[in-house]
């Protein structure tokens, strides 16, 4: 029970003395108008708010959501491989790559990969 104490007084004086240290860098750190700004896609934040936006950086986003989704999903059907019946574990990792080939060509086609619209 002494010894528990002893590892939590002695954590806490360690992340005491870090928090101090990082203070004191953060002190030294000059103040930067430019750093401060914030950055949104490129767009100089000082001019006016109304400007068009381009349709690239969105869609660009929502097909990276897309296939970020269905790499999550990938991965829990790897680890059930050796788990599952081999011809259903097959028969879903087919149709599950076919509608990624479908999505990528579908988005191909439509021009939403194409950066020179």
Do not use: H, Q, V
Not at 63 to 87: A, G, Q, R, V, Y
Not at 93 to 100: A, E, G, N, R
């Amino acid at each position: 029970m002494l010894t528990n104490f002893k590892m939590m007084l002695m954590m806490i004086l360690i992340l005491i003395t870090l928090m101090m240290m990082m203070l004191m860098i953060n002190m030294k750190m000059k103040f930067n108008l430019n750093k401060s700004a914030p950055f949104e896609c490129g767009f100089d934040p000082f001019n006016k708010s109304r400007i068009p936006f381009s349709l690239n950086f969105y869609l660009i986003a929502i097909i990276f959501l897309i296939f970020d989704i269905e790499i999550s999903i990938i991965l829990p059907m790897i680890m059930n491989f050796k788990m599952s019946n081999m011809i259903n574990f097959n028969i879903l990792f087919l149709m599950f790559f076919m509608f990624m080939i479908i999505t990528i060509f579908y988005e191909w086609k439509f021009g939403s990969l194409n950066w020179k619209i």
